[in-house]
């Protein structure tokens, strides 16, 4: 996301699975060095994540491969990609089936009913960037990522900060899950986006419902290139918490 400080929503808003496939080409060229993706939100969850080498990982909402590609720069062994667009699933599959292409399996999904087509315990390190704010109910999900999870693996993941996203209720009641709407500018236009707004006891509750412990949490750090970049995003992202990135480990 890349929020837009003038912009209200108004009408009615495209569905995400719409949105992601209209602008999949256009997400890929921006997300390569904007600044809530390349310089706030990457290198946030990649302090979390930690070693990759050797890894069996799976990437949940993988979008156009930018988190695939780090995977492999950094040795992971295997990668498995899902995401319910079939154009973000295309642009993946284009990008690494030449010379990673015996590393790298993408394919589409609703990640939304979990993980039929995991075996348990085959992963060492699942991964979900910005992905989790679009399922109403994390439990299905945060159950099978458990399941699929070998013992000791890690659960590493980015999501919208509830202390952000409170400022698009329209209930005013924080403890309870909504759907909420927002502008972005990530794809060069105002796009009208929503997503479920949730309490961090909520988000809480799911991963220790799933049997996993949380291991390390980070509220952001914007890197220092965004100053030259944008002052007003600088300003922003330095004061307020815009996303939350939480490590969970299966217990060993
Ligand atoms: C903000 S993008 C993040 C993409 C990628 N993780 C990244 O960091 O660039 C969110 C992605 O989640 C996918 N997504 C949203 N809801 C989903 C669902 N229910 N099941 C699977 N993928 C979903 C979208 O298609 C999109 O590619």
Known sequence: MSKSFEKQPSGNPAPVSKLYSQYAEQYDAAVQDNVFNAHYERPSLQALIGEVAGCDVLDLGCGTGVYAQYMLDNGAEKLTCIDYSP???????????????????????????????????????????LMIHYLEDLTP??????RVLRKGGRFVFSTHHPFADIECSTSGNYFERE???????????????????RSLTEIMQAISGSGMVVTGMNEGMVSEAVKAMSADHYAFLSTKPNFIFIACQKPA
């Open 87 to 129: 154009e973000m699933v295309e642009i993946v599959n284009r990008k690494f089936s030449g010379s990673f292409g015996d590393r790298v399996t993408c394919y589409a999904q609703d990640l939304s009913t979990g993980l039929p087509n995991e075996a348990d315990e085959s992963m060492d390190l699942v991964i979900s960037p």
């Open 141 to 146: 999900l945060f159950s099978d990522i458990a």
């Open 179 to 197: 759907i909420v709407r927002d502008v972005w500018d990530t794809v060069g236009v105002p796009v009208d986006v929503q997503f479920y707004r």
